[in-house]
């Protein structure tokens, strides 16, 4: 099991609904990314973050609202999706930001998101 | 054209067997090439990485990267059912702010 955890593991919403998801990591790591996974399609970065700053946002919706209060936590926030957001979302850490040289991103489990 | 190429399989192989995978890539600023090996209801974890050209190897498996075809492999020895899973080749410049990722392979290791 990595130091990354994440919650819920699956959740179902509405198009109309709000909800939260939750990742925390327990390695000391100053950097927190938010990736979006869909069947047979790459991993997709949403955001990044270092030191609680957000130092990258791929174009995401509106719909989609991360926060990180602090180095240890990273929280995306769900408004009014649409079914084709429907996916795995992965929460990643790293000792340092890309662009600092190699450094290994460590995957959390993954919350599977279902919109209907 | 996707920056990172990768056969999505699914590949079966029976236990023992050799495995092969494989991406190509467009950009030949990348300098660092990852694998990572995703199970079912679990986040990527890495396997191994490399840096610019050459072998590395680690047990059973061996990366190789030859960046004037553009082209990494993962090569498993050995293979083992356990090793079923999907595996995602990842790559990154050499001060790149960002992985780009390959759509992962699908691996079946029958036994």
């Known amino acids: 099991e990595t130091g990354v955890t994440q919650t819920p593991r699956h959740l179902v919403m509405g198009m109309t609904n709000k909800k939260s998801l939750k990742c925390e990591q327990h390695?000391?790591?100053?950097?927190m990314y938010w990736y979006k996974q869909s069947a047979k399609k790459p991993l997709e970065l949403m955001f990044v973050y270092n030191f609680k700053e957000q130092t990258e946002n791929n174009s995401v919706p509106s719909r989609f609202s991360p926060e990180c209060p602090n180095s240890s936590h990273l929280f995306l926030h769900l408004h009014t999706l649409q079914p084709e957001d429907s996916a795995l979302y992965l929460c990643a850490s790293s000792q340092h930001l890309p662009g600092q040289g190699y450094n290994e991103q460590f995957f959390g489990p993954g919350t599977r998101l279902t919109v209907l | 054209q996707k920056e990172v190429e990768q056969d999505p399989g699914p590949l079966s192989v029976p236990e023992g067997a050799i495995v092969s995978l494989n991406c190509t890539y467009s950009?030949?600023?990348?300098?660092?090439f990852m694998w990572y090996r995703q199970y079912s209801r679990k986040g990527p974890e890495l396997l191994m990485y490399?840096?610019?050209?050459g072998n590395k190897e680690d047990g059973r498996f061996t990366a190789q990267v030859d960046k004037s075809s553009k082209y990494i492999s993962l090569f498993i020895r050995d293979s083992q059912p356990s090793d079923s899973a999907t595996y995602l080749c990842?790559?990154?410049?050499?001060?790149?702010?960002?992985?780009?990722f390959g759509a992962g392979t699908i691996l079946r290791v029958k036994s």
């Open positions: 950009n030949s600023a990348f300098q660092y």
């Open positions: 990842a790559m990154m410049t050499e001060y790149g702010n960002k992985l780009v």
């Open positions: 490399t840096y610019s050209s």
């Open positions: 390695l000391g790591h100053n950097a």
